[in-house]
């Protein structure tokens, strides 16, 4: 079953951790090369152990950290073409890039990652579909807007990692940033307000959804609980009154905890172990006409620098 961890999120620094038995996937990092390896360790993960990281975009708060971290280590790092190309600019460590288009599928180890573009005012910035063993778990992280894209591919997933940048009101009222960065922030291609973060999980909300983990929360014009207000609020009102919201902070780790509820997965198992044994029982005949399942999409371009 996939887990998800968030060693911090902010414009500090974002990084998470996806991991499937021993698949390790860090999406993002944003944070110092020491940081990354402390608060992995904090998390119980040894950073030699990771098998790959995945960019969401090349923002240095989602990428500061990987030249240093990557030098230690031969890990590859998964971004779209045109987000390497920036990042390798700034880079001297020897690192193997997996390049792929926006929308493209691809696996690491038995996790199956589905990519798609997102409006951020980014080279080709991407948000993610994890799926592996009966669970699900999208990841967003700097949307200036929600697109049917974005919900279409979202939905229907267990856990949801979306951002929550600002509280409309405290950004317009904040002193400190000038109108042209407030512009920036607030426009189409920039961040998520804790209304449109709303609309996106209610957007996307069914059955499955159990988990919302927050983040990229701005320390100014933000704050968890108001954020975590807005979106249980719209949530109940739509009748999903038992989704868990979470916020991830900055400075401390939010523990690995799994996507999908356990009982909820067992049953899952358990369904698909009927449905195999009623497969086993059908003619052959019929069994014959089922078309075989397409292998996941793969295309990347991989070189060593
Ligand atoms: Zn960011
Ligand atoms: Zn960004």
Redesign the pocket.
């Known amino acids: 079953m996939l887990k998800l961890a968030v060693l911090g999120s902010g414009?500090s620094g974002?990084s998470a951790l996806v991991c499937h038995e021993d698949t390790r996937i860090l999406v993002d990092a944003g944070l110092s090369a020491r940081q990354l390896g402390t608060r992995l360790h904090a998390l119980g993960v040894d950073p030699d152990s990771l098998t790959a990281i995945v960019l969401t975009h090349e923002?240095s708060?989602?990428t500061r950290g990987i030249d240093v971290f990557c030098r230690q280590r031969r890990l590859p790092v998964y971004a779209t073409i045109r987000t390497a190309v920036v990042v390798r600019e700034k880079m001297s460590s020897g690192v193997i890039w997996r390049q792929f288009e926006a929308g493209d599928s691809f696996e690491i180890g038995r996790v199956k990652i589905d990519s798609f573009s997102v409006p951020h005012d980014a080279n080709d910035p991407v948000g993610y579909r994890f799926e592996c063993a009966h669970s699900s778990l999208g990841f967003l992280?700097?949307v200036g807007h929600i697109t049917r894209m974005i919900l279409d591919r979202l939905k229907g997933v267990d856990t949801l990692f979306a951002e929550a940048n600002y509280d409309e009101t405290l950004l317009q009222n904040d002193t400190k940033r000038p109108w042209a960065t407030k512009q920036r922030i607030s426009n189409r291609h920039g961040h998520l307000s804790n209304e449109q973060t709303a609309e996106l999980v209610c957007g996307i909300a069914g059955p499955n959804l159990s988990r919302v983990v927050l983040g990229?929360l701005s320390s100014d014009c933000n704050t968890p609980d108001l954020a975590a207000g807005v979106i249980a609020t719209q949530l109940r009102e739509r009748g999903h009154a038992g989704v868990v919201i979470e916020c991830a902070g900055r400075d401390e780790p939010l523990p690995l905890a799994p996507v999908v509820h356990e009982l909820i997965y067992r049953s899952r198992v358990a369904e698909e172990i009927r449905a195999k044994s009623a497969r086993v029982c059908e003619p052959k005949a019929a069994a014959a006409k089922t078309p075989a399942p397409s292998g996941p999409h793969w295309n990347q371009t991989e070189w060593a620098f």
Do not use: G
């Open positions: 414009s974002n923002h708060d989602h992280s700097d990229h």
